[in-house]
């Protein structure tokens, strides 16, 4: 069956540090995979979108990295601060079904 | 440029009865999606709308309906209302017809239903 699988558990990091979430699915060929942002009763905001042909895509302190042959897609917060708290969604394509499917998200913490 | 709005955010409901939330897009934006999320479930997508016809649908029963007027403002409704239809509901848009685009989401409608 077709899973995306995220952390379930929070990351909890100290200020200053590297976050970094991961995303594995199975049994999809996505084109491409986005991340999203999401923050307590709010509708998740668009962060970064990374296609199969690219192994790597920056804005400002994030970056994210996608690797096709592992099914894998690592999203890092470099410099991380109180306010990148948040959970973090991945979602990629399902061409099938025209519609993005959404990974469960990872809940992240960065103490001050 | 104004966001995408839901009205209303809150809605409380009794089990049996129908409800229909509204989902206004950001301005020039014709594709519309709908997600439902749940703490167990996550985000799942509903259905989609592009130039007011509906393009795909997710795996919810006939009770989820929904449609897209003109102007790509977009209503779903929910017959028979079941307690595990309480739940967040997301209306997100976006520019093309093509699902490559970001989507922009709204704050969404708080559906309690007891």
């Known amino acids: 069956s077709q899973k995306i699988e995220q952390n379930s558990e929070a990351l909890n990091i100290q200020e200053g540090k590297t976050a970094t979430l991961t995303c594995n699915y199975t049994n999809y060929s996505p084109a491409y995979l986005q991340w999203y942002r999401q923050d307590p009763g709010r509708g998740p905001v668009f962060l970064l979108l990374?296609?199969?042909?690219?192994k790597e895509k920056r804005k400002e302190r994030l970056k994210v990295t996608f690797d096709t042959t592992l099914k894998q897609s690592l999203f890092h917060i470099t410099a991380s601060q109180p306010a990148d708290s948040a959970t973090y969604l991945c979602a990629l394509l399902d061409t099938g079904r025209r519609a993005l499917t959404f990974g469960s998200g990872t809940r992240l913490q960065v103490q001050p | 440029k104004a966001g995408v709005t839901q009205t209303p955010r809150y809605l409380i409901k009794t089990r049996g009865q129908q409800v229909t939330l509204s989902c206004s897009p950001i301005s020039g934006h014709r594709s519309v999606s709908w997600y439902q999320q749940t703490p167990g479930q996550g985000l799942q997508f509903l259905f989609e709308?592009?130039?007011?016809?509906?393009?795909n649908k997710g795996n919810f029963p006939g009770r989820f309906s929904g449609r897209q007027f003109s102007n790509s403002r977009s209503e779903m409704n929910v017959s028979t209302l079941e307690l595990g239809d309480s739940a967040l509901y997301l209306c997100?848009?976006?520019?093309?017809?093509?699902?490559?685009?970001?989507?922009?989401f709204g704050p969404g409608t708080r559906l309690t239903v007891t």
């Open positions: 990374i296609r199969e042909n690219e």
């Open positions: 997100a848009s976006s520019l093309r017809d093509t699902l490559e685009d970001e989507q922009y």
């Open positions: 709308y592009f130039s007011e016809t509906q393009r």
